[in-house]
């Protein structure tokens, strides 16, 4: 396997090289009109603030709602990160909501009561077309699929519900989720909203130019891979994966049959603002809620921030880009200077990440298949994509060959590493315990030229092995690079120690600004 990863590392640098050059030059010039301004200030607000403020009465949510509805009718011409939207229900949910906190009649009491039984009232959200929300396209961007709608809400979209959050649209994936780039043949490309020759990434995003745009506070995404991080990166706005097991994935499409799927498939918040990702977790995470201990203070200045000596991987061909290595730089140095306890560590085993990732999905049986045929002829597949008459795309067939190739690793190899991953995910749990955070990045660049990600997909590996071992991890944007695109780190702890990946998000935001919107 190490030999095959070096020559498909290998091929995938050639690549890059060609793909950089033909893509910068036939990308065109960039946006020449400046992304619509952000002029209704309720758009800035919150989602925690927006809930209490609605609860108040100082918001009315259907005001609140028509906000965002007039937002995504102004961008979504222009990143095109909508499938199938529910405005006129919406706003009928929040004309209910305001009579509910109406009736209360300013009763303190009766408001507290309902802040506890529903502490997103009245809040708008947007979700990842993949998570089931009732009545909405679950084509998932696959052509035979396109008529097809979710019955019900799925789990995390209906604890949100539960707790007074309004839905307002499903938005785009790659076909079946299975892709770096938010694009089918059903519903085309998602633009990056900092610069629309750029990916938003993929799976979930839809959901990351939304939130860059300003057109939604926060949403439902889903990671296998670092399907929230990496849009969240690109797009630059916060994105949490949670712990293994604490979300449910019932109602995600697609699902794998086999009972592990969940430790390593997670759904999570995304948000413009750090001080939402708790109460949005929390929420989701339902009766799993406990073992997080959201509530809890976390003292920052007792934290250990630990950060990698070095970045690269061993089978790893795509470089660091230099504004990557600035803002971990600059995350680690804002610790320091703050007296914060920080040491560079190099995890065992780390530097093989691509190996034992790819090793820890290969082991899930009865994986989804993006085609109708349980034996599909690729070479035809592939020939019918390149005189545009097949109905997938060439990044899922891509995908299918890459989850496909089990046989690239022998028995002896797999255990080997297997026991490396295990080790790995011991010597990581035990040096964080409940007190300490890793910072790393996320992906090696700033948001790609569109189709630039097959020859970047070795730079996935630094979210994949997150996944693989069951640890949170919190996206942080950390300002532009001169391009003005977003850059970013993540922030990785123990398991279950999803609020320290948080506070720190927190910290940072504080720090370097967070979210800001594009110009």
Known sequence: MELLLKVVALVMRLVNLVLGVFLTWIGGPPRSEPFPVIRDEVLRIPATDLAEQIRKRQLRSVNVVRAYVLRIREVNPLINAVVEERFEAALAEAVAADERIAACGGDSGALEELAKRQPLLGVPMT??????????????????????????????????????????????????????????????????????????????GGEGALLGAGASVCGVGSDLAGSIRIPALFCGVFGHKPSAGLVSIKGHMPVCGDSHFDQYLVLGPMCRYAKDLPLLLEVMSGPNASKLRLSEPVDVEKLKIYYPQKLDLNVNAVPIAPEIRESLRSAVKYFQNKGIYSETINFQHFCDSMQLASTELQTLEDMPSVFSSAKPNLLWELVKVMTRQSEHTFAAIFMYCITATKGAVNEAQRKKYLRMSAELKKDMTDKLGTDGVFLMPSFPKPALLHHESFGHVTGFMYTMIINALGLPATQVPLGFNRDGLPVGIQVVAGPNQDRLCMRVAQELEKAFGGWQPPK
């Not at 699929?145 to 307002?168: C, K, M, S, W």
Request: net charge negative; with cysteine; aromatic share 6%.
């Open 127 to 204: 979700v990842k077309e993949s998570c089931s929300v009732q009545g909405l396209s679950l084509a998932g961007g696959v052509v035979r699929r396109q008529n097809i709608t979710a019955a019900d809400d799925g789990e995390a979209v209906h604890l949100l519900r539960e707790a007074g959050a309004i839905p307002l649209l499903v938005s785009n994936t790659p076909e079946y989720c299975m892709g770096f780039e938010a694009y089918n043949n059903v519903t085309g490309w998602t633009l990056n909203p900092y610069d629309p020759r750029r990916s938003a990434a993929g799976s979930s």
